[in-house]
């Protein structure tokens, strides 16, 4: 394979000394003086109380050798390194990511390097990366079906960090002062496969993926055009756009096609349907903020890739059969290959055709400082399912963060959020930056 490639992006940043004058005194104040290197972290300990529906059918795949009845807890704890020399133009970084969780089902530690690249930036108009970086692409605030290569995120809480990717990046920007465009960039990405270490979730061993985003400021809006093919990868292409159509108001959309994408279908006899799709995904979204500093943030998603009302049925209808013929026989076999079989609908964060995501959030309702209440709630508009999540931010202290969330699914039997596997889970956290 050998895709061709563009390039993208660049933040400059200049920085200046300043001249005092005082009285019959001139004098220069000496500029101070940067440190070539910055630290930092974050630690957070979280608890989250599952109250559990062992009606579903979930549940009973998820815990069929062992009961843990009507509810179980977990605790986290997380610590996040983060570092950067600079030598001139060449800058190294850094992002570690070390956590330990103590749920029902086991304990582990996790010790990962989410970010650990070089730049070089000869010129304000170029940069080259390499090494391990995080890729955020697109413009929605709960899905992304334009960012290809980006990790799933947690919509209500966009700001948490996600591992990155093992690539070699170039990245140009040209500034225009005439016509429309104002700003013209261009992103250039090759991902290799290497072992183990170097993006095996990507392809096979020695495989080679290529990513470009050519971004453009016309006319004061953001729009992205963005490729992205691999050797085990559909051919990709994207397209976002985001604009202020005043001080308070931001509309954002974006475009997906991907080509030959393998598909699973699911038949409520357990039989599996396999083929080759070319879906095409759409987001559409505003955010609005009000007089009195109320944010509203609303956005229709089109899953092309997901899976419609009937093929939903059958989904939830064969595990329930799964799971009556395993108590009728006690044969692991039954529910076991369920299990396994229900995977690639599970592995996605939606998996339905359309969704409708909001979020209203207060700030500081009643003078109460730093205090952010909050409620969001995701709708499957195919069986039209969803869940509910109320949640409060609190920062009394510059560095310190006090949080708590809890969702609530709702829906009838053999729907999305009617058959999770959780009633209820609240969540309350505690974050600290250094």
């Known amino acids: 394979m050998n895709p061709r490639l563009g390039g993208f992006v660049l933040l400059l940043l200049m920085w200046h000394g300043a001249a005092v004058m005082a009285g019959d005194y001139d004098f220069i104040i000496p500029e101070a003086e940067k440190k070539p290197y910055e630290l930092g972290g974050r630690l957070e300990g979280r608890y989250i109380y599952h109250r559990l529906n062992e009606d579903a059918a979930r549940y009973r795949l998820n815990y069929h050798q062992d009961d843990p009845g009507g509810e179980t807890h977990a605790y986290q704890a997380q610590v996040e390194l983060t570092g950067s020399y600079q030598w001139g133009p060449l800058k190294a970084d850094l ?10 089902e086991k304990n582990e530690w996790h010790n990962d390097l989410y970010e650990g690249y070089f730049s070089f930036t000869p010129t304000p108009h170029l940069v080259l990366d390499a090494g391990k970086k995080r890729i955020l692409w697109g413009k929605g605030y709960a899905w992304n079906p334009a960012g290809f290569l980006n990790p799933p995120k947690d919509p ?17 920007i040209k500034s225009l002062s005439t016509g429309g465009l104002a700003n013209l960039g261009l992103t250039a990405l090759l991902l290799p496969v290497i072992d183990n270490w ?15 985003k050519l971004y453009l400021l016309w006319y004061d809006t953001d729009i992205d055009f963005i490729y992205f093919e691999g ?11 985001a604009k202020n159509l005043a001080e308070n108001i931001e509309v954002h959309a974006e475009l997906a096609y991907r080509q030959d994408v393998p598909r699973v279908t699911l038949k409520e006899d ?23 500093d109320t944010t509203f943030i609303a956005e229709y998603y089109h899953n092309g890739s997901g899976y419609d009302r009937d093929a939903l049925r059958d989904f939830f209808a064969y595990q329930k059969t799964a ?10 076999a039954t529910i076991q290959r369920a299990g396994r079989m229900t995977q690639p609908y599970y592995q996605q964060r939606n998996f339905a055709k359309d969704y409708f995501y909001l979020k209203i959030s207060q700030k500081e309702p009643f003078d109460i400082l730093y205090f952010t209440p909050w409620m969001t709630t995701v709708v ?22 006090l949080n708590f969330r809890a969702a609530i699914p709702v829906g009838p039997a ?9 009633i209820v889970r609240p969540e309350w956290w505690v974050r600290y930056y250094f």
């Open 95 to 104: 992002l570690t990511h070390h956590a330990y969780a103590d749920t029902y």
């Open 156 to 172: 209500d809480d966009p700001a948490l960090n996600q591992e990155g990717r093992t690539l070699l990046a170039l990245d140009l």
């Open 198 to 212: 170097a993006n095996p979730e990507m392809g096979g061993e020695n495989a080679l993926n290529a990513a470009a």
């Open 231 to 241: 050797e085990d990868q559909p051919r990709s292409l994207g397209l976002d756009a």
């Open 270 to 292: 357990g039989s599996v349907k396999k083929t080759l799709a070319d879906p095409v995904s759409w987001l559409a979204g505003i955010r609005y903020l009000n007089t009195i």
């Open 323 to 332: 799971v009556a013929q395993w108590q009728a026989t006690a044969d692991p």
């Open 380 to 401: 499957n508009l195919q069986d039209f399912s969803f869940n509910l999540q109320p949640g409060m931010t609190w920062t009394p202290l510059t560095n310190l963060e």
């Open 414 to 422: 053999n729907t999305e959020f009617g058959e999770k596997q959780d």
